[in-house]
C-alpha cells in the first residue's frame, strides 16, 4: 500500500524549452510514473491495485463521522473553548449538515477518488504482458468487490449518486454524469459483487493475507440484499459463507486485537501497519478524551481528539453481565476540570511502541455480522426458525448471555436490533442499520426522541453552554446527506438532495 494515488496514476507531461530535438521531446521523466507506461507487467498491476487498498484507509480515517456520529451510539466530548468544529464534526452530531460540510466533501472526494483509481486500472491491467487469466481474474474481482462497497457506502449516503464504471478519457467527461437511480447504483453493485465471488478466492497464501475473499464479496452481497429487502436472497448468499471456515473468536476482544488481525473471525477489515511509514492508524487518538492526555493512549506528549465518544444511551443498552461492554467502552477516565466521567470507545485501544502510530486495523465485516444478518434474512421471511435462534444464540453465547427463545417475529427482530447495535458498536454499521431497519417516519420519531434524552441530560457536560435551537432537530430528509457544493458548482447539472 505504499504506492500512494498520485505515484500510481499522476500523468508525467514534460515539454522542454532548451532543445528543439524531436526524439528528445517524446522522452519522459524515468523518475515519475506515467499511466501510458505503467500497468505492463503483473508487478505494476499488482502495484495499481495495492495502491487501491491504501485509499480505504483515507476512507476509514474519518467513517466514524458519517456512520456513527448522527446515531445514537456516539457523541462529542464537548469542548467550550474551541468552537472550530462547531459547523464540520458537530454539524453530524447535532443534524446541522448542510452541503457545504468540509468533511462531507472530503469523503465524496475520497470515494470518487479511488473509484476512479479502480476504474483505471480495470481498464489498463487489460494489455498487460504476462498476467495469467487466473490472476487478472483476482485482481478484478477485488478492485470489484472494493468499487461495490464503495458505492454501497455512496448509495446509502446520499441515495441517488453519480455511477462512473469506466475511466474517464478527459476530466470534462465528469460534467456529463448525472445522479443515478439507487436502484441502478443497487444493480451494479450486485453485479460486480457477483463477479467478485466468482473471481475470488477463499483464501490468499501467506503475503497477501488481507486482500478481499469470496467470503468478504458474499458478506457484502448479502448485506446488499438485506438493505434491498431482498430476504431470500440474503439468506441464500450469506448461508455460503457458512462453509468457507469463518467462526466466532472465543474471546470478543480478539477480534480488535492488532496481535491477531485477520483471524478467524475476520471477512474483511482494512489494513493498517505501524512498522510502516505512513501505514499506521491512530484511531485512539481520535477517539480517546481530549483532555485525558497519556491516561489512555499511554503517551504523555498526546493531545487527543474526544470525538466519537459512546453515549450514556449504548452504555446503558448492554445487558448484566455482557463482556462485550468492558472490551468495547472505557469508564476508567475522569475529566481534570469536570470531574466527570468521560467514556471513550476501547476497542481500538492496544499498546504501541511509536508515539502517535497504532497498528490496529478497521473491521469492515466479521462472522458475527454475518450470523446475525443471516438471522434476520430468515426472520424477515416469516418467523423466527430454529436456524435463525443458533445463528442468534451463537453470538449471544460468546458475550457471555443467555440464549433467546419463543419469540414472536417482532420480538426477534427487536433482541436482533439490540444484538446487532452491541455486537457492532463503533464499527460503522449503526446509522446504516437504523435507515434500513425503519421507515422514514420511525427514523425521525427515533432520532428525535433519542435527541431530547441526550439533550436533557448530555453524556458529556457542555459546561455551561448552551445548544442553538437548531441542534438536535432531526428531518426525514436528513436521513440522506446533501451533495457537496463544489460539486454542483463544477456541474450544474447535478441535482441537490431533496431537502437542502
Known sequence: MKVTIIRLLAVTVIISLLSCRKDYLTKTDPTKVNTALFYKDPKQVEQAVNGVYGTLQGIANNQWITNELPSDNTTIDFNPGDRGQSDRIEAFEFYTVNANSTNLNTSYIAHYNSISNINNTLAKMQGATGLTDSIKAVNEGQLK???????????????????????????????????????????????????????????????????????????????VYLTEKKYADAATTLSQVLTLGYDLNNDYVDAFNPQKKNGIESVFEIQYNASIDGEWSSFIYTFAPRLSKGAVTGWAQSNPGGWNIPTNDIINAYESGDKRKDASVGLDFQSPVTGQTVPYIKKYDHTHAVYGRTDDNWPVLRYADVLLMLAEAINEQGAPTTDAYTYLNKVRHRAGLADVSGLTQQS???????????????????????????????????????????????????????????????SAFEALFPIPANEIIVNPKLTQTPGY
Open 145 to 223: 468487490f472494493i468499487r461495490a462497497y464503495l458505492y454501497f457506502e455512496l448509495t446509502q449516503y446520499y441515495g441517488d449518486v453519480i455511477l462512473i464504471t469506466k475511466p474517464l478519457s478527459q476530466p470534462s467527461d465528469a460534467w456529463t454524469y448525472l445522479r443515478e437511480s439507487q436502484s441502478k447504483v443497487y444493480t451494479q453493485i450486485e453485479t460486480d459483487l457477483k463477479d467478485a465471488v466468482v473471481d475470488l478466492p477463499v483464501k490468499y497464501q501467506a503475503g497477501h493475507v488481507g486482500r478481499a475473499t469470496r467470503g468478504a464479496a458474499l458478506s457484502l452481497l448479502g448485506k
Open 412 to 474: 426477534f427482530r427487536d433482541t436482533l436490533a439490540h444484538e446487532r447495535r452491541v455486537e457492532l458498536a463503533f464499527e460503522n454499521w449503526r446509522w446504516f442499520d437504523l435507515k434500513r431497519t425503519m421507515t422514514s417516519a420511525q427514523l425521525t420519531t427515533f432520532l428525535n426522541n433519542y435527541a431530547a434524552t441526550e439533550k436533557a441530560n448530555p453524556t458529556v457536560t457542555r459546561q455551561g453552554v448552551p445548544y442553538s435551537n437548531t441542534d438536535y432537530v432531526f
